[in-house]
Protein backbone atom coordinates (compact mmCIF):
# COMPACT_ATOMS: atom_id res chain seq x y z
CA UNK A 1 0.00 0.00 0.00
CA UNK A 2 1.35 3.42 -0.88
CA UNK A 3 1.64 5.85 2.26
CA UNK A 4 1.54 9.19 2.79
CA UNK A 5 3.10 11.92 5.04
CA UNK A 6 0.85 14.34 6.69
CA UNK A 7 1.77 17.22 9.51
CA UNK A 8 0.40 15.75 12.88
CA UNK A 9 -1.65 19.07 13.27
CA UNK A 10 -1.92 22.56 12.09
CA UNK A 11 -4.26 25.54 13.50
CA UNK A 12 -6.32 28.11 11.78
CA UNK A 13 -8.45 31.49 12.18
CA UNK A 14 -11.67 31.40 11.35
CA UNK A 15 -12.87 32.22 7.89
CA UNK A 16 -9.08 32.17 7.03
CA UNK A 17 -8.22 29.83 4.60
CA UNK A 18 -6.37 26.30 5.26
CA UNK A 19 -4.09 24.58 3.25
CA UNK A 20 -3.12 21.17 4.29
CA UNK A 21 -0.19 19.18 2.73
CA UNK A 22 0.01 15.30 2.24
CA UNK A 23 3.21 14.00 0.26
CA UNK A 24 2.46 11.13 -1.32
CA UNK A 25 6.45 10.38 -3.26
CA UNK A 26 5.60 6.50 -3.76
CA UNK A 27 2.60 6.81 -5.74
CA UNK A 28 1.90 5.19 -8.99
CA UNK A 29 0.32 6.26 -12.08
CA UNK A 30 -2.90 4.55 -11.19
CA UNK A 31 -3.60 5.70 -7.32
CA UNK A 32 -6.31 8.60 -6.91
CA UNK A 33 -5.29 10.96 -4.31
CA UNK A 34 -9.10 10.75 -1.29
CA UNK A 35 -9.49 13.26 0.98
CA UNK A 36 -11.36 12.49 4.06
CA UNK A 37 -12.52 13.93 7.44
CA UNK A 38 -13.61 12.87 10.68
CA UNK A 39 -15.22 15.02 13.23
CA UNK A 40 -15.55 14.25 16.70
CA UNK A 41 -17.46 11.17 17.38
CA UNK A 42 -18.34 10.48 13.70
CA UNK A 43 -17.32 8.13 10.91
CA UNK A 44 -15.40 9.88 7.98
CA UNK A 45 -16.47 11.89 5.67
CA UNK A 46 -15.58 12.35 2.36
CA UNK A 47 -13.96 15.72 1.21
CA UNK A 48 -12.83 15.20 -2.22
CA UNK A 49 -10.80 13.16 -4.90
CA UNK A 50 -8.46 13.58 -8.14
CA UNK A 51 -5.88 12.31 -10.41
CA UNK A 52 -3.59 14.39 -11.52
CA UNK A 53 -5.55 17.94 -12.30
CA UNK A 54 -6.88 20.04 -9.46
CA UNK A 55 -9.86 19.68 -8.22
CA UNK A 56 -12.59 21.96 -6.61
CA UNK A 57 -15.92 21.18 -5.41
CA UNK A 58 -18.16 22.91 -2.56
CA UNK A 59 -16.23 21.61 0.28
CA UNK A 60 -12.66 22.49 -0.57
CA UNK A 61 -10.02 22.22 -3.57
CA UNK A 62 -7.68 19.82 -4.08
CA UNK A 63 -4.11 20.50 -5.39
CA UNK A 64 -2.03 18.28 -7.49
CA UNK A 65 1.66 18.87 -7.59
CA UNK A 66 2.46 18.39 -11.51
CA UNK A 67 4.90 15.15 -10.55
CA UNK A 68 1.79 14.07 -8.01
CA UNK A 69 4.22 13.60 -5.29
CA UNK A 70 2.22 15.84 -3.46
CA UNK A 71 -1.01 17.50 -2.96
CA UNK A 72 -2.92 20.00 -0.75
CA UNK A 73 -6.14 20.23 0.33
CA UNK A 74 -7.09 24.08 0.59
CA UNK A 75 -10.17 25.18 2.73
CA UNK A 76 -10.92 28.77 1.36
CA UNK A 77 -12.86 29.78 4.29
CA UNK A 78 -12.48 27.77 7.95
CA UNK A 79 -15.51 27.44 9.63
CA UNK A 80 -15.55 26.06 13.46
CA UNK A 81 -16.84 23.38 11.64
CA UNK A 82 -13.64 22.49 9.79
CA UNK A 83 -12.40 21.49 12.90
CA UNK A 84 -11.62 17.50 12.28
CA UNK A 85 -8.79 15.02 11.34
CA UNK A 86 -7.92 14.89 7.78
CA UNK A 87 -6.66 12.37 6.21
CA UNK A 88 -5.01 11.90 2.71
CA UNK A 89 -5.26 8.57 1.30
CA UNK A 90 -3.87 6.71 -1.89
CA UNK A 91 -6.39 4.41 -3.65
CA UNK A 92 -5.37 1.98 -5.10
CA UNK A 93 -6.78 -1.44 -8.04
CA UNK A 94 -7.73 -2.69 -4.69
CA UNK A 95 -10.14 0.22 -4.28
CA UNK A 96 -8.86 0.14 -0.08
CA UNK A 97 -9.15 2.75 1.66
CA UNK A 98 -5.75 2.65 4.51
CA UNK A 99 -5.72 5.41 6.60
CA UNK A 100 -2.95 6.80 8.02
CA UNK A 101 -2.74 9.54 10.73
CA UNK A 102 -3.89 12.58 9.23
CA UNK A 103 -3.54 16.43 10.03
CA UNK A 104 -6.15 17.48 13.37
CA UNK A 105 -7.04 20.92 12.20
CA UNK A 106 -8.20 23.13 14.99
CA UNK A 107 -10.05 26.26 14.08
CA UNK A 108 -10.01 29.26 16.18
CA UNK A 109 -12.49 31.50 16.91
CA UNK B 1 -24.84 9.02 -2.56
CA UNK B 2 -25.22 6.10 -0.30
CA UNK B 3 -26.57 6.23 3.15
CA UNK B 4 -24.80 3.36 5.79
CA UNK B 5 -27.09 2.61 8.70
CA UNK B 6 -25.10 0.21 11.15
CA UNK B 7 -26.94 -1.89 14.26
CA UNK B 8 -26.09 -1.48 17.15
CA UNK B 9 -24.70 2.11 17.37
CA UNK B 10 -23.32 0.92 20.87
CA UNK B 11 -23.36 -2.38 23.04
CA UNK B 12 -21.43 -3.37 26.24
CA UNK B 13 -20.94 -7.24 26.02
CA UNK B 14 -19.76 -10.05 28.39
CA UNK B 15 -16.16 -11.52 27.59
CA UNK B 16 -16.11 -14.56 25.91
CA UNK B 17 -19.49 -13.62 24.23
CA UNK B 18 -20.36 -12.69 19.90
CA UNK B 19 -21.55 -9.55 18.78
CA UNK B 20 -22.54 -9.27 15.35
CA UNK B 21 -22.99 -5.64 13.77
CA UNK B 22 -25.31 -5.07 10.81
CA UNK B 23 -24.29 -2.97 8.08
CA UNK B 24 -27.27 -1.75 5.57
CA UNK B 25 -26.78 0.39 2.45
CA UNK B 26 -29.69 2.43 0.88
CA UNK B 27 -28.42 1.64 -2.86
CA UNK B 28 -26.24 -1.46 -4.03
CA UNK B 29 -22.43 -1.18 -3.96
CA UNK B 30 -19.59 -2.92 -5.10
CA UNK B 31 -17.55 -2.55 -2.53
CA UNK B 32 -18.23 -2.86 1.38
CA UNK B 33 -15.50 -2.58 3.92
CA UNK B 34 -15.04 -3.40 7.66
CA UNK B 35 -12.85 -0.77 10.16
CA UNK B 36 -11.21 -0.81 13.67
CA UNK B 37 -10.97 2.54 15.44
CA UNK B 38 -9.84 2.50 18.79
CA UNK B 39 -9.73 4.89 21.24
CA UNK B 40 -7.46 7.96 19.96
CA UNK B 41 -6.63 5.99 16.90
CA UNK B 42 -7.03 6.41 13.64
CA UNK B 43 -8.90 3.62 11.21
CA UNK B 44 -7.32 -0.20 11.08
CA UNK B 45 -8.96 -1.91 7.77
CA UNK B 46 -10.05 -5.27 9.21
CA UNK B 47 -11.67 -7.11 5.95
CA UNK B 48 -12.88 -6.31 2.50
CA UNK B 49 -16.40 -7.87 2.64
CA UNK B 50 -16.58 -9.77 -0.77
CA UNK B 51 -20.31 -10.49 -2.06
CA UNK B 52 -20.98 -14.52 -2.53
CA UNK B 53 -17.76 -14.89 -1.29
CA UNK B 54 -15.28 -15.01 1.83
CA UNK B 55 -14.20 -11.76 2.79
CA UNK B 56 -10.41 -10.57 2.40
CA UNK B 57 -8.96 -10.15 5.74
CA UNK B 58 -6.16 -7.50 6.00
CA UNK B 59 -2.76 -8.79 8.09
CA UNK B 60 -3.09 -9.71 11.90
CA UNK B 61 -6.97 -10.33 11.06
CA UNK B 62 -8.57 -13.73 10.81
CA UNK B 63 -12.00 -15.01 10.00
CA UNK B 64 -12.31 -17.38 12.82
CA UNK B 65 -12.07 -14.12 14.91
CA UNK B 66 -13.75 -11.39 12.32
CA UNK B 67 -16.41 -13.57 10.49
CA UNK B 68 -18.20 -11.56 7.77
CA UNK B 69 -20.62 -12.10 5.23
CA UNK B 70 -22.06 -10.72 3.03
CA UNK B 71 -25.30 -11.78 0.97
CA UNK B 72 -26.30 -9.62 -1.46
CA UNK B 73 -24.94 -5.97 -2.80
CA UNK B 74 -26.32 -3.64 -0.25
CA UNK B 75 -26.00 -5.59 3.48
CA UNK B 76 -22.98 -6.59 5.17
CA UNK B 77 -22.50 -8.38 8.77
CA UNK B 78 -19.15 -8.44 10.70
CA UNK B 79 -19.16 -10.43 13.88
CA UNK B 80 -16.95 -10.19 16.75
CA UNK B 81 -15.79 -13.37 18.33
CA UNK B 82 -14.81 -14.55 21.75
CA UNK B 83 -14.73 -11.48 22.58
CA UNK B 84 -11.87 -9.97 25.45
CA UNK B 85 -11.37 -6.26 26.85
CA UNK B 86 -8.35 -5.78 23.82
CA UNK B 87 -11.72 -5.90 21.27
CA UNK B 88 -13.46 -2.68 22.93
CA UNK B 89 -13.47 -0.57 19.63
CA UNK B 90 -15.69 1.14 17.20
CA UNK B 91 -16.40 -0.73 14.61
CA UNK B 92 -17.38 0.90 11.12
CA UNK B 93 -18.96 -0.24 7.59
CA UNK B 94 -17.64 1.81 4.60
CA UNK B 95 -18.94 1.17 0.95
CA UNK B 96 -18.55 2.52 -2.28
CA UNK B 97 -18.29 1.40 -6.10
CA UNK B 98 -14.35 2.17 -6.05
CA UNK B 99 -11.55 4.39 -6.31
CA UNK B 100 -13.26 6.70 -9.07
CA UNK B 101 -15.94 7.88 -6.32
CA UNK B 102 -16.32 8.56 -3.17
CA UNK B 103 -16.42 5.96 -0.02
CA UNK B 104 -18.98 5.96 2.46
CA UNK B 105 -18.67 5.72 6.20
CA UNK B 106 -21.33 4.40 8.85
CA UNK B 107 -21.47 6.18 12.26
CA UNK B 108 -19.74 3.05 13.75
CA UNK B 109 -20.70 0.89 16.78
CA UNK B 110 -18.89 1.44 19.99
CA UNK B 111 -18.17 -2.04 21.27
CA UNK B 112 -17.37 -1.79 25.42
CA UNK B 113 -16.10 -5.15 26.56
CA UNK B 114 -16.26 -5.81 30.08
Known amino acids: DAKTTQPNSMESNEEEPVHLPCNHS???????IHWYRQLPSQGPEYVIH???SNVNNRMASLAIAEDRKSSTLILHRATLRDAAVYYCILRDVTDKLIFGTGTRLQVFP | SAVISQKPSRDICQRGTSLTIQCQVDSQVTMMFWYRQQPGQSLTLIAT?????????ESGFVIDKFPISRPNLTFSTLTVSNMSPEDSSIYLC???????????FGQGTRLTVV
Open chain 1, 26 to 32: TISGTDY
Open chain 1, 50 to 52: GLT
Open chain 2, 49 to 57: ANQGSEATY
Open chain 2, 94 to 104: SAGTGRLTEAF
